[in-house]
């Protein structure tokens, strides 16, 4: 019978073929088959497996060669240090889209109730990590897609969130009229002929969370537009978007006349995240 690292092996030359990550790949779909960390792979190379086991990992090896991100395969993944499920219904969460949070954060205070709305909330990774990180506010979370939304409220259950509101609406179109103290979306922002969609992962992630209109802009102008009757005055709108996406949804943002508009870059240096305030109330001159 094969043994750890004798299937290890094999897997990683197979998988080089296709993916530059062919060793990590092997190790995390073998930890899968045998139900452990991945200290155990080096701790025992010399465990053999089981026939079933074997037949198991060779699989889901065969669903990486196809090209299935692993996250769908193992149907999970960390964002901002908290695991997700993840299925086909939903994107994959990306380390990009923590400086939304990393941005949320900053304005959230600790002790107040304020409301908060994540649009296109998918497996509900923004929405669930601003309502553990902040218990006290008040956080509505929509999706259009009801399979996303079930993923979302058992993610939302897996770690025991209570202050958080799932609901199906295309953007703002079911939102009951509350107003929010803050605005966030990860929408879709990426061009309907962008060469990016045929590679890699994202050709397995559902179009409709990652395409918006010829220029990729179309979701972003609806949720700028229509966001300014559901923010308290001063509320801030933040929407993440594409690397070279600045001056336009910067262009945007100023169309619908939010206040003090500006753009931080991700980790890698890329211009990520627009925001800007509602509204913001001017100090009185006497
Ligand atoms: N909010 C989710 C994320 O950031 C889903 C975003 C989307 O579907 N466009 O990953």
Known sequence: MPSIKSLLDEATKILAI????????????????????????????????????????????????????????TGNREFWSRNFHVSPDVLIPRPDTE??????????????????????????????????ERPNADVSATDFC????????????????????????????????????????????IAEDDVHLTEGDIRFEPRSALCSGKLGLKDIKIISENARNFL??????????????????????????????KTTTDLSGQPRVTYGQWNKPQPTVY
């Open 146 to 189: 009801l399979a996303a939304l079930g993923i979302a409220q058992l993610n939302a259950n897996k770690h025991n969130i209570n202050n958080i509101k799932f609901s199906q609406s295309n953007w703002l179109s079911n939102v009951s009229s509350t107003k929010f103290n803050i605005i966030v979306s990860n929408p879709p922002y």
């Open 18 to 73: 296709n993916s530059d990550s062919a060793t990590l790949d092997a190790e995390i779909l073998l930890c899968q088959t045998l139900k452990k960390e991945r200290s155990y792979l080096r701790t025992w190379p010399d465990f053999e497996l089981q026939p079933k086991q074997t037949t198991q990992f060779w699989s889901l090896i065969n669903d990486r060669q196809k090209g299935t991100p692993i996250a769908y395969i």
């Open 232 to 261: 308290e005055p001063g509320g801030h709108l933040l929407i993440e978007h594409g690397y070279d996406q600045q001056q336009a949804v910067q262009a945007i943002f100023n169309t619908f006349e939010y206040d003090l508009v």
């Open 99 to 132: 400086l939304i949070i990393e941005l949320s954060l900053k304005l959230i205070p600790h002790n107040k109730p304020i409301k908060i709305l994540d649009l296109g909330t998918g497996s509900g990774n923004i929405a669930i990590t601003l309502a553990a």
